[in-house]
């Protein structure tokens, strides 16, 4: 074999190679990059995908909407037929069942409701106030996250009608402590529930606000470290944990303006669950319950809650 031809077959396969190199490069480059024509294919395609995932969520949602809107009105229907006696009649009857079966009642409920919850007014609220009186409650707080152009519900324009009138079982505001309480009475009426000699029961009402969460364990927190090196700080530290759990409870409470035991049980009037930064040192160990927005709630469902709550156990580790 000739020196030529091999020096003619070295230069073959080089070319072979460098053609073949080209060809995996402009393979490699049409992959990586591809035509401009079909990108905005592609770019139109997930666009248009888009937009019909936003109409199917749309319209899920206005369908369920119009679920719960034609479910409370049949429901509210029944209501329409009956008469006032009736329907009172109704609801003590349905409440005394529920007091039968629970093994367990709340001494605090407290309501959650949601910035964009538009079903639950003064009267509502007025009913729920009623069946946690019938059932034993003592204590029942309002956490409404809403705006008073939407549908904010104040409670001293809710209890004004109430306030003055000695019979009344609703007690607003509420007192600086239970103590200081039972030694002023007014107006023939006094904190123990003795109403003009009768024994009546009474319904502790509360309003909390947005900045008596977080905010204010932060404010509480703040002035323990500020005063770390006080006398009472320190001796909180060389005691146990539950010393310090206990000092910072009664400064919230004095912060708070009002004392009441944490709440066992919470209702949310929300699409999801969401206690909306709702007393977070207080409601560490509440059961929550989410009724949502827009389905309508009548003593069933209080009853119920009050159901699910009594047959619900709470374990402790050991």
């Known amino acids: 074999m000739s020196v030529g031809y091999v020096r003619l077959c070295t230069l073959r396969r080089g070319t072979e190679e460098a053609t073949g190199a080209d060809s995996w490069q402009k393979r490699q480059r049409l992959v990586e990059k591809p035509p401009p024509d079909l990108r905005n294919m592609i770019e139109v395609l997930c666009l248009l995908l888009g937009r019909i995932l936003l ?18 009105l049949v429901i509210r229907s029944y209501d329409l037929w009956r008469s006032g006696t009736a329907r009172e009649a109704h609801e003590r009857r349905v409440l005394a069942e529920c007091r039968s079966q629970l093994t367990k009642t709340p001494q605090h409920l407290v309501l959650v409701i949601s910035p964009v919850d538009a079903g639950v007014d003064a009267v509502l609220l007025s009913r729920i106030f009623d069946f946690a009186l019938d059932v034993g409650i003592k204590h029942v707080s309002l956490y409404d996250r809403r705006t008073k152009g939407s549908g904010y519900v104040d409670m001293a324009d809710l209890c004004r009608s109430t306030s003055g009138d000695t019979g009344s079982c609703l007690k607003w505001p509420p007192g600086p402590s239970p103590s200081k309480l039972e030694s002023q009475p007014k107006n023939g009426q006094k904190s123990n529930g003795y109403v003009n000699g009768s024994h009546s029961p009474q319904l502790q009402l509360h309003q909390i606000s947005a900045s008596d969460g977080h905010a204010l364990i932060a404010d509480v927190c703040r002035e323990l470290y500020e005063g770390r090196e006080t006398e009472l700080v ?20 004095k912060r708070l303006g009002f004392e ?20 977070p040192w ?7 319950h989410t009724h949502p927005s827009g389905r309508h709630f009548d003593v069933e469902t209080f009853a119920n809650i009050l159901c699910k709550y009594s047959r619900c156990e709470q374990r402790w580790g050991t």
């Open 55 to 72: 109409l199917l969520v749309g319209g899920y949602e206005l369908m369920w909407r119009l679920r719960e809107r034609l479910n409370a």
């Open 234 to 253: 320190q001796s909180l530290l060389k005691q146990k944990r539950e010393a310090l759990t206990e000092q910072i409870t009664d400064m919230l409470s």
């Open 260 to 279: 009441a035991p944490e709440p066992e049980l919470g209702i949310v009037f929300a699409r999801q669950t969401c206690t909306y930064g709702l007393l």
């Open 282 to 288: 207080h409601a560490r160990f509440t059961e929550f």
